[in-house]
Antibody, heavy 122, light 113 residues
Framework: QITLKESGPTLVKPTQTLTLTCTFS??????????VGWIRQPPGKALEWLAL???????RYSPSLKSRLTITKDTSTPQVVLTMTNMDPVDTATYYC??????????????WGQGIQVTVSS | DIVMTQSPDSLAVSLGERATINCRSS????????????LAWYQQKPGQPPKLLIY???TRESGVPGRFSGSGSGTDFTLTISSLQAEDVAVYYC?????????FGQGTKLEIK
């Protein structure tokens, strides 16, 4: 059974760096084709894909946010960490991590965490 | 970027009636080598994460009721709920996973009439 859970600060100040952790179970990022992505959702708005990392350390980023994002994995814990620099009030959102498999038979994001609500305010 | 556009933005349907949501992509999400459309549909209820309903434009995820179906190819797709149940009230999103960035539609809010 695959589960994911997000953790991190729920309140950050403008210009600060946000660090979110996704702790997962039921799969391993040492196994071929496994991946974890991050998606966010501002209050009352649509979903926005942010970043994705695969078992082989292949990383993908949203072009509009690429300069501010870094995604890394720690296979020993196992966790995936997303950092976002220079936070702004418009980055206030619920941040989700989700599981995805790489390859032609991918389903897109099939398992999701419950999300963590992050507010950016001074 | 591939832009995903859903219609309508909101929809009210009577219980037991059919609900239809449309999604259009700004370019084809059909992968020619395997003839699969990399288009997914999600259901999101208030306070919950999205739930994958449909992938490859028409394949139901395990456990999803048979009243949910997806169709379409290339750039035009449809999610149909054949007989609306009270528990289907939610926001529905389409998403392309053909190429990064993996963009979502703006969502369609489905309510009971």
């Amino acid at each position: 059974q695959i589960t994911l859970k997000e953790s991190g600060p729920t309140l950050v100040k403008p210009t600060q760096t946000l660090t979110l952790t996704c702790t997962f179970s039921g799969f391993s990022l040492t196994t071929s084709r496994e991946g974890v992505g991050w998606i966010r959702q501002p209050p009352g708005k649509a979903l926005e894909w942010l970043a994705l990392i695969y078992w082989d350390d292949d990383k993908r980023y949203s072009p509009s946010l690429k300069s501010r994002l870094t995604i890394t994995k720690d296979t020993s814990t196992p966790q995936v960490v997303l950092t976002m620099t220079n936070m702004d009030p418009v980055d206030t959102a619920t941040y989700y991590c989700a599981h995805r498999i790489y390859g032609d038979d991918a389903k897109s994001f099939d398992y999701w965490g419950q999300g963590i609500q992050v507010t950016v305010s001074s | 970027d591939i832009v995903m556009t859903q219609s309508p933005d909101s929809l009210a349907v009577s219980l037991g009636e059919r609900a239809t949501i449309n999604c259009r992509s700004s370019q084809s999400v059909l992968y020619s080598s395997n003839n699969k459309n990399y288009l997914a549909w999600y259901q999101q209820k208030p306070g919950q994460p999205p739930k994958l309903l449909i992938y490859w434009s028409s394949t139901r995820e395990s456990g999803v009721p048979g009243r949910f179906s997806g169709s379409g190819s290339g750039t035009d797709f449809t999610l149909t709920i054949s007989s609306l149940q009270a528990e289907d009230v939610a926001v529905y999103y389409c998403q392309q996973y053909y190429s990064a960035p993996y963009t979502f539609g703006q969502g369609t809010k489905l309510e009971i009439k």
